[in-house]
C-alpha cells in the first residue's frame, strides 16, 4: 500500500463549487504539506502543517484553507473555486528536520474547475 | 526571496552522451533535493544534499553542491531511454524547516 495516499485522483467540479482534497500517510511524519504544480512554474506550496496544531500559509494560500485532523490527515480546501485553480495538486510529508530526510509525495490530485 | 533556477529547461539529448543540469539559488541554503517526475506521475526523491562539497551517485546520475556558489548540478553519464523525465531541485528557503522552494524543471527528453 501507498504510504501517501490522495483522494480523489482526478476531480471535474464547476466554478463557485466547494471542493475538498483530502490526503492520508501512513508514514508517521509530523509534518505535512499540499503543493500545486502548474506548466512551466515547478511546485507551489500553498500551506504547511508541522504537527497538529500548527497550520501555516505557504507561498500561494488565497482562495485556499486546509485542516489538520489528525496526524495522518491533511485536507485542503477551495472554498468557491475558480478556473484558475485548474491544475495538480500534490501532498507531501516529511520527517523532523537534521534527520536528512526528504519530503515523500502522493499520486496527486487533477482538478479541473469549468 | 528565495528563488531556484534551472537550466535548462528542456533538454532533448542522444542516448549514450552525458549532460549537466544546473540548479542556482538566491540565499543561503545547506539543503538541497532532486526530484524525479515522470509523465502524469507523482514526484519521486532522487537526492538529498545537506552540505556544501556534498556529492551523490545513484547509477548514471550525479549530484552535487557548491554552497558557497549557490549551485548544484545534476550530472548524467551516458544517458539511456529510461532516464527521460522532468528533474526538479528544490532548496530548504529556511534552514531546517523543510519548507521547499522548487525550481521550475527540467524536462529531459533522450532518444535513440
Known amino acids: 500500500d501507498a504510504d501517501v495516499t490522495q483522494t480523489p485522483r482526478n476531480r471535474i467540479t464547476k466554478t463557485g463549487k466547494r471542493i475538498m482534497l483530502e490526503c492520508s500517510q501512513t508514514?508517521?511524519?509530523?509534518?505535512m504539506y499540499w503543493y500545486r504544480q502548474d506548466p512551466g512554474l515547478g511546485l507551489r506550496l500553498i500551506y504547511y502543517s508541522f504537527d497538529v496544531k500548527d497550520i501555516n500559509k505557504g507561498e500561494i494560500s488565497d482562495g485556499y484553507s486546509v485542516s489538520r485532523q489528525a496526524q495522518a490527515k491533511f485536507s485542503l480546501s477551495l472554498e468557491s473555486a475558480i478556473p484558475n485553480q485548474t491544475a495538480l495538486y500534490f501532498c507531501?510529508?516529511?520527517?523532523?528536520?537534521?534527520?536528512?530526510?526528504?519530503?515523500?509525495f502522493g499520486p496527486g490530485t487533477r482538478l479541473t474547475v469549468l | 526571496e528565495l528563488k531556484v533556477e534551472q537550466n535548462p529547461l528542456f533538454l532533448s539529448m542522444q542516448e549514450g552522451k552525458n549532460y549537466t543540469i544546473y540548479c542556482n539559488y538566491s540565499t543561503t541554503s545547506d539543503r538541497l533535493y532532486w526530484y524525479r517526475q515522470d509523465p502524469g506521475k507523482s514526484l519521486e526523491s532522487l537526492f538529498v544534499?545537506?552540505?556544501?562539497?556534498a556529492v551523490k551517485q545513484e547509477g548514471r546520475l550525479m549530484a552535487s553542491l557548491d554552497t558557497k556558489a549557490r549551485l548544484s548540478t545534476l550530472h548524467i553519464t551516458a544517458a539511456v531511454h529510461d532516464l527521460s523525465a522532468t528533474y526538479f531541485c528544490a532548496v530548504d528557503s529556511l534552514l531546517n524547516t523543510d519548507k521547499l522552494i522548487f525550481g521550475t524543471g527540467t524536462r529531459l527528453q533522450v532518444f535513440p
Open positions: 507531501a510529508t516529511s520527517d523532523l528536520p537534521g534527520r536528512g530526510d526528504t519530503q515523500y
Open positions: 544534499l545537506l552540505s556544501n562539497g
Open positions: 508514514k508517521g511524519h509530523d509534518r
